[in-house]
């Protein structure tokens, strides 16, 4: 990597990451070191390229510009690489890839490792987060394929690679009831930090069943943190059964269905632009899901 490589990761890191500490653990640079190289870059502009804030720092206007430029020049330089890779008999070069937490953590670790050993000389740059997040990467042009549960952006082609049922989650089975059971209105329903459109699923199906609202006086952060809840019998969830993943043993899960019977379930796609498939880490990447879905 070269000298002018290494200022454009380093402004990046602690441009998104705001905080000199968070960038030097990121980095593998000691802060000091760090904060020096900002403080030569800064020389070359004559004028500061971040405000020291209380919480942090923020990019001035003459930072934004540098950040958007050295964004730009690194992705220019990947394309380049990615087109001398491509020159190849070999598949080689780098996928960068968006994925959903949730899928990360059940789902993409097998695939990844199948994927790795037919292709070793890929090399896999991964960016997690919650599926409205893993949309905005792939919008900004930041990855080249997406994997998102729920609804996906509008350009692109997409293929369906998995579809979750949504399951009514409690840690003893319920007593037998004909739909809409009345305990569910007195007993607590455990919400969690989800996609703006589960929780958009999660309302629609209550009010096909019930005519007053929930019980839904507990909030947590994490469905970790949400299984642990109901693991104590503390109230009852709705989840995805991928989201349940070595602990559905555990507890009591009932599959939840539309009032018309339809069974209901949250998709997950891969999503890309036909444009990448030039890339042939990416076009390798596709056939593989394909031919394992």
Not at 155 to 167: A, F, R, W
Not at 187 to 199: E, F, K, V
Not at 228 to 251: C, V, Y
Not at 270 to 278: D, G, P, Q
Request: hydrophobic share 35%; proline share 6%; net charge negative.
């Amino acid at each position: 990597m070269d000298h002018l490589e290494k200022d454009w990761h380093l402004f990046i890191t602690i441009a998104e990451t705001g905080n000199l500490t968070k960038a030097a653990n990121r980095l593998y640079v000691s802060q000091p070191a760090l904060s020096y190289r900002l403080t030569q870059l800064e020389k070359q502009f004559d004028e500061p390229l971040f405000i020291r804030m209380p919480r942090g720092l923020a990019l001035t206007e003459t930072g934004e510009l540098y950040y958007n430029y050295a964004k730009d020049m690194l992705k220019r330089k990947e394309d380049f690489e990615s087109s001398l890779e491509n020159k190849k008999n070999t598949i080689s070069g780098v996928l960068s890839l968006g994925c959903s937490s949730i899928f990360a953590n059940y789902e993409l670790p097998d695939i990844l490792e199948g994927f790795t050993k037919a292709y070793p000389d890929v090399r896999i740059q991964l960016k997690t987060g919650i599926s409205s997040k893993i949309s905005d990467f792939y919008q900004a042009g930041d990855v080249h394929v997406a994997i998102i549960r729920g609804p996906v952006p509008a350009t692109g082609e997409k293929y369906l690679i998995n579809q979750d049922p949504i399951c009514l989650v409690t840690n003893n089975k319920l007593p037998a009831h004909e739909w809409p059971r009345p305990d569910l209105i007195t007993l607590p329903l455990i919400r969690y930090d989800t996609a703006r459109d589960l929780y958009t699923l999660l309302d629609n199906w209550w009010k096909e069943q019930y005519d007053a609202p929930p019980n839904d006086s507990i909030h947590v952060d994490t469905m970790a943190t949400c299984r642990q809840f109901i693991r104590k019998n503390l109230g009852w969830s709705i989840l995805p059964k991928t989201g349940l993943g070595r602990f559905a043993d555990e507890f009591y899960m009932e599959p939840l269905y539309w009032a018309d019977g339809t069974p209901i379930v949250r998709d997950t796609h891969i999503v890309y632009n036909a444009s990448t498939l030039f890339r042939k880490p990416v076009k390798a990447f596709i056939e593989y899901i394909q031919n394992n879905k």
